[in-house]
Structure formats: structure tokens, C-alpha cells
């Protein structure tokens, strides 16, 4: 018997996906449903993602027992952005367990734009979410390593065991992102004076600008999901990459603050744990079944892929993914019926 960290025995319950054949349908809809909508935007604020092919999309699904499910351009790359906010935070309640990182970096939506410095006022300084710029930079800064070298070696090689194979550094991001970031190395300066970060703050954003530009796919990201659906383990190569109270931990902070100030509609409509990034990325989890990676460049107003919206909720309808949907119970036999 196995107990969590506040001594008690955890039953999980789980359901299960519908046939292969009837995942690989409906991902092929949930492509064809959502490729005909062309609003949004493509995000400017980084030049370099303003040149980027606004048609590309791409949809995947990853079960929990390593079967994968794509449709249109769900094996192009693009830069993870804040989508990596959520696998670093896993890697460090890995590293510091669970009452640390929550005290440090807190769980609390903000209600604020995601870069938000007057959040970080309203709060004592306190970050209040790993899923928001300032949450983010704390919670890179709380990564194994003596130097910025060694911090970026382990975000790298840690999101890499979570995708399953090796990332690599998409440079031209990397540098266009570097020369525009301003604001997060003043938000890094501002956690530094409240005590939040204790290395170099601008080595820290440093290594967080990196993390951000690290090259993935639909298909990485609907895999980094399963990982998280399945206690953990990565469906592909089997590795144990983090606990499963990590798993728990890491989805309950995504489910309330992963979709920047949309998070309560995302939840809303959609009922599952996700986090998007300004590229176009979103990662779902429905733990116990798998990870849903979608990729579409145009954005709404607070940054979150348009198509990837609407290709997730109707997965989620149609597979049966949403946590809070219920029917009615069938009444137990008795024992006199059942005799």
C-alpha cells in the first residue's frame, strides 16, 4: 500500500477511451470541423512567430498505452512557449515535493494578463501561479544547477523525457525572444527584491527564454500529455518521469490557470486540464486516457490558438473526456434481485 503525502491511501478512478478506430475518426473531424475557422491572429509581440504560416494545423491524440492518433500538421515544429510553464513546474515539485513549491509559488489564478508586474504588487510579491509569466521565472529558478548551464540541461533534458525524444533549441527564436524581453527580466528584478528568485534574476530569464524555444510537434505535445494521464510514465519509452502525486499536482494548477485569464471557459467548456502557448500550441490531459496536442497559430485575444480551441472541446465531447460530465446511475441490484 502506497500512501500520499498527507498519509492517506489514493483511489483513482479513470475511464477509458472508446476503440482505436473510433479515436482515429474523430481526431480526422475534429481536424476537418475546425480547419475552416480563420479567426485570430498570429502573435506579433515576438517578431519572429508574426512570419509564421497562419494555415498550419495540426491535431494528435496519445493514449496512455503508446497508440497515437494525428491528422493534418501535427508533425511540424514550433517553439513550446508557455506550454513548457507546466513540465517545468512537474520537474520541480518532483525536486522539492509539494507544500515547498505551493508556498513558493502559489496556485491562485490572477486575473491578470499574463505578464502582469501589477499582479506581482497586489501580492506582496508573491508569484501566485507557475502558469503566468512571474510564477514561471520563480519556478525556473527553483531547477537543479549551479549555473545558468546547468539549469538549462536539466529544462531541456527533463522536457525531453517527457516528449520521448531529444528537443532542440530553436535559435532564431531563442534570439528574437532574447532581444524583446524585457518586461521579464523587470518582472525578474521585482522577484529578486521581494526575495522570490536567489540566483542572477537575468540569468534566470535567461535560461526561462530558452525553455520557451524549445522545438515541438502536435504529436510532443499530445505525448508530454499522456505522460501526465498515465501517473507519470511516458506511453512511448516507458520511462517513469515523474510521480504520480506530481501528475495530480501539476494538473490541478493547470485545470484552474492554464489558459491565462480564459482558464474558468476553458474549464467551462471543456472540462480538462491544458495550457497553450502564444505559438499556437495547446496540451490537454485526460488522466487515465491520454494527451491531446494541437497546433494552430492563430491566436484570440488572450493568446490562445483559435482551431486548437475548438478541435479540443470537440474531442472532448466526443471521446468523453470531460472530468465533470456525469449520467445517471443505474440502481445497484439488491440482494434479492440479484439472487
Not at 60 to 68: I, K, L, P
Not at 219 to 241: C, F, K, S, Y
Amino acid at each position: 500500500m502506497e500512501l500520499d503525502s498527507h498519509g492517506v491511501e489514493q483511489q483513482v478512478s479513470t475511464g477509458a477511451l472508446p476503440g482505436w478506430d473510433a479515436v482515429e475518426h474523430h481526431v480526422l473531424v475534429a481536424h476537418e470541423r475546425s480547419r475552416e475557422h480563420a479567426d485570430g491572429v498570429v502573435a506579433d509581440y515576438i517578431p519572429i512567430l508574426a512570419t509564421v504560416d497562419p494555415e498550419l494545423f495540426g491535431v494528435c491524440v496519445a493514449e496512455v498505452d503508446g497508440e497515437v492518433h494525428a491528422a493534418g500538421d501535427a508533425d511540424v515544429s514550433f517553439s513550446i512557449q508557455s506550454i513548457s510553464k507546466a513540465f517545468v513546474y512537474a520537474l520541480v515539485c518532483g525536486r522539492l515535493g509539494h507544500e515547498v513549491v505551493r508556498e513558493r509559488i502559489g496556485v491562485n489564478n490572477t486575473g491578470l494578463a499574463f505578464n502582469s508586474v501589477v499582479a506581482i504588487e497586489l501580492n506582496d510579491g508573491h508569484p501566485m501561479n507557475p502558469m503566468v509569466n512571474a510564477g514561471a521565472i520563480a519556478t525556473t529558478a527553483l531547477m537543479p544547477g549551479d549555473t545558468a548551464e546547468e539549469q538549462w540541461q536539466a529544462v531541456r533534458d527533463g522536457l525531453s523525457r517527457f516528449a520521448g525524444r531529444p528537443l532542440a533549441l530553436d535559435t532564431v527564436v531563442y534570439e528574437s525572444e532574447a532581444a524583446t524581453n524585457q518586461r521579464n527580466r523587470a518582472i525578474a528584478r521585482l522577484l529578486e527584491s521581494y526575495g522570490r528568485i536567489e540566483l542572477d534574476p537575468l540569468a534566470v530569464v535567461d535560461v526561462y527564454t530558452k525553455q520557451c524555444a524549445l522545438l515541438v510537434t502536435a504529436r510532443d505535445l499530445a505525448i508530454m500529455g499522456a505522460t501526465l494521464a498515465d501517473g507519470g510514465i511516458n506511453p512511448v519509452t516507458g520511462e517513469q518521469v515523474v510521480s504520480p502525486e506530481v501528475c495530480r499536482d501539476t494538473l490541478a494548477v493547470m485545470a484552474s490557470t492554464g489558459l491565462y485569464e480564459r482558464s474558468g471557459e476553458w474549464l467551462f467548456e471543456i472540462g480538462l486540464p491544458g495550457k497553450s502557448g502564444v505559438a499556437g500550441g495547446i496540451v490537454t490531459i485526460a488522466p487515465g486516457k491520454g494527451g491531446i496536442g494541437v497546433f494552430s497559430p492563430r491566436l484570440d485575444p488572450a493568446g490562445n490558438s483559435v482551431r486548437g480551441q475548438r478541435a479540443t472541446a470537440y474531442l472532448s465531447r466526443a471521446l468523453g473526456l470531460n472530468t465533470f460530465a456525469s449520467a445517471m446511475h443505474q440502481p445497484r441490484a439488491t440482494e434479492k434481485e440479484s439472487s
